[in-house]
């Protein structure tokens, strides 16, 4: 007679309760993973709130060091009248060879204050259209839109509306306008601001104007330019081609006019009537034999005199749009005290020959 075994189903019931151990431990830890982040997450944030005042001094430090810097940019003798993309504040190497070099030793990474230590970024807001004097320009904003890939629709609406936004009173234009009463009626609502536009993100609250059409398609700046590379590197990168988002075209606060030493080529192509090859030239002779914006061979134009020698065949066509030196600077600085870390927007503006004046500061 067969003997018939009573452990036979051991082995199985051992495996399964392995398993059933593992996924616990296997779930256990991932809980303990989230609690920890978690606890890192709320540990950061308290540390940020506890030292709110240092580290808002802390960034107003560091526009302070900017207006120094961009000051000392005027005593460097060989550099005086113009700004371009391969001098210091713009994060290019500056006057190495020169002996009146006032940022010998200097850097803008990482530069002890305090207990903590602070990183500015610089970039001039005359290399972008001011989109104040610029909204009323039919041919630059039909060209800039299409650029940010607007239909025929879609322009028309949004220069209606921009024109409506912009405008004093609170009548809309025939057809495409909008004013309050059209905002009104969104969730949530808001008015029309009836006034010059101070931050360019506004436009994302004009009637028409996509996230993709202001940020360009799928790309949104996080940083100065587009993040690696030399500065110049990073505003041209994504300035090719459809898809340009207005962000990238167009500032709010400038002098009206467009650096032609910092422009990127999408700016210096809406002023030359679209064309890219004439803008690309322009490029190509600042940046010198190397090819290469923001480098130590770039030859920009060092007075309006020598904005004919960029624009070549195209010096005819609205070189009047166009100067040498920049009057408004856009500051991010980013500072650290200990584990905290936090970053301030700020924009100065030339009032004088020795004096820089703060026109905004806030928090990112």
Known sequence: MKRTSTHAGVPHQRGVALLIVLLTL??????????????????RLAMNTSNAGELEWMGRSGVEYAKWILMQQDRVGNERGFHALNQFWAGGPGPIESADNPF??????DVPLGAGQ????????ERLLNINREARNPLLMDLALARAGADA????VITGALADWIDRDDFAQAGNGAESDHYLSLDPPYRAKNGPIDDIRELLLVRGVTPSIFWGGGYRSTEFGNGSGTPAARMGRNSTGQGVGLAELFGALSSGRVNINTAPLAVLALLLG?????AEQAIRVRAGQDGQDGTEDDQPARSVGEIARLLGPAAAMGQDRFVTQSMTFEVRTTVKLGPAKRRFSSVVRRVGARDLQVLLFRPE
């Open 118 to 125: 602070i990183s500015i970024e610089i970039r001039d807001t």
């Open 104 to 109: 010998e030793g200097l850097s803008l990474v």
């Open 274 to 278: 679209g064309d890219e090859s004439l």
């Open 153 to 156: 629709t879609d322009t028309a």
């Open 26 to 43: 296997f779930t256990l830890g991932g809980m303990a993973a989230v609690f920890a982040y978690s606890m890192k997450v709320e540990t």
